[in-house]
Every structure is written in structure tokens, then in C-alpha cells.
């Protein structure tokens, strides 16, 4: 299973990058830890993305980790296949399947790490159970599907929870977080007990995405008594 960090895990999204220039927007942060893919479908959120045809061809442009986040009905279908690819990790979202722990199997036997993801009006506590069978817990501090959102810190609620039941060892996972994540919410999030932070406009809306890494990661593990400092 997970092996807690040491440090913050931050991952840039994509996308917020620039959709043109896509393999130069991935190696701006190459002094990030992971690459965040958010994978929409336009049917389980309303706005559409990129899929696994230009995730392949990315990762002939960064060797980053692929942090994939599939935000689409039928993951038990299209999840697999990211991991097949090379991805490190592929989270789907616990409302978009009746049987989140067969998913699971499959994605991890697919050769990839696999995480659960919950909207910011899913309660945590239905999901407890099966946490086990999952590498990493994405907890969506904005209404998935699109970008560049206010972040919203009734979630850190959720990620107490979670770090509680990590620290205890009844939970051996990482715990994520994505929306609106940024120098004046990271301190807040990182708090509560997140492990990895998906940050989007924060990095790619810097002047220097590399530059808005480091201070990201700064700021995460000064805040953040679970990181060895």
C-alpha cells in the first residue's frame, strides 16, 4: 500500500496549463514531484478535457509521475487503460460506480497505484470500509470539472478524518487534495493533514510555474506537523 512522504507532494494540473503547448508546460515543473492529469468526460462533469490518446503522448515529454484523475462515468471501463499506459497512479470518483473496491482490483492489477475521490458534498464516513482497498484519498475541495475555482475549507473536515485514521494505522493511504489550492489556502489544507496538493492556476498562472513549486512546498511543510522537517 502507500508508504506515508516525508514531504509535500506537489502536483501540478495541466490543466491549467496551456493545451498548445502542452510537453513545454510539463517540463516548466520539472522540480515538481508529480504531474496531475484531470481526465473529464462531459457526461459525469460538464466540461471536457483530454484523454487517454494525449496522456500517452505526453508521457514521451516528462518522466514526472502521472497522477491521473478520471472524472467519468464507467470508470470500470476507461480506468484500466491509464494504468496499462504507464500512470502511477489512476483515481476515479467514489459516485461514478456501484462497486468502487472491484474498480480498485482492476486498476491495481492494471499496474498502477489507484485512488478514491469524493466530491465536496459526499460525506467521507460511507467509504470508510473500503479505504483499505485504496492507495490515496482525493478529497475535492471544489465542484469537479473545471478549473481556476474558490477553494472551499468545509472539505478539511473530511481530510482531518482521514489524517486521524491514518495516524492511528487503520488507514495506510496518502490523502490528496484539488481545488483551489494556492499560497493563501495551502497553509489551511496542509494543517489538516493533506499529503499531496493538486495546484493548477497557482502554478501555471506564476510567472515561473517552477518558481510557484518551491513556494508551495515551502509554505505546505512549514504548516504541516506530519511532514519530517
Aim: aromatic share 8%; proline share 8%; charged share 20%.
Amino acid at each position: 500500500m502507500a508508504a506515508q512522504p516525508s514531504g509535500p507532494i506537489i502536483a501540478p494540473s495541466i490543466l491549467s496549463a496551456d493545451f498548445a503547448h502542452l510537453a513545454a508546460e510539463a517540463q516548466a515543473v520539472d522540480n515538481a514531484d508529480w504531474l496531475h492529469i484531470d481526465v473529464m468526460d462531459a457526461h459525469f462533469v460538464p466540461n471536457l478535457s483530454f484523454g487517454l490518446p494525449i496522456v500517452k503522448s505526453l508521457m514521451k515529454y516528462s518522466d514526472k509521475p502521472f497522477d491521473c484523475h478520471l472524472m467519468i462515468e464507467n470508470p470500470e471501463r476507461w480506468a484500466p487503460p491509464y494504468a496499462e499506459a504507464g500512470a502511477f497512479n489512476v483515481t476515479f470518483h467514489a459516485e461514478a460506480t456501484e462497486d468502487p473496491i472491484a474498480v480498485a482490483k482492476e486498476i491495481r492489477a492494471a499496474g498502477s497505484k489507484v485512488g478514491l475521490s469524493i466530491k465536496p458534498g459526499t460525506p467521507l464516513e460511507p467509504y470508510l470500509t473500503i479505504l483499505k482497498e485504496f492507495d490515496l484519498l482525493l478529497i475535492m475541495s471544489v465542484e469537479p470539472g473545471f478549473g481556476g475555482q474558490k477553494f472551499m475549507p468545509e472539505v478539511l473536515d473530511k481530510v482531518r478524518m482521514a489524517r486521524s485514521l491514518v495516524d492511528s494505522g487503520e488507514l495506510d493511504l496518502m490523502i490528496e487534495i484539488d481545488g483551489g489550492i494556492a499560497l493563501d489556502t495551502i497553509d489551511e489544507a496542509a494543517a489538516a493533514g493533506v499529503d499531496c496538493f493538486v495546484a493548477g492556476s497557482a502554478v501555471y498562472g506564476a510567472p515561473s510555474p517552477a518558481d510557484a513549486v518551491t513556494q508551495l512546498r515551502e509554505r505546505a511543510l512549514a504548516s504541516a506537523p506530519h511532514f519530517t522537517k
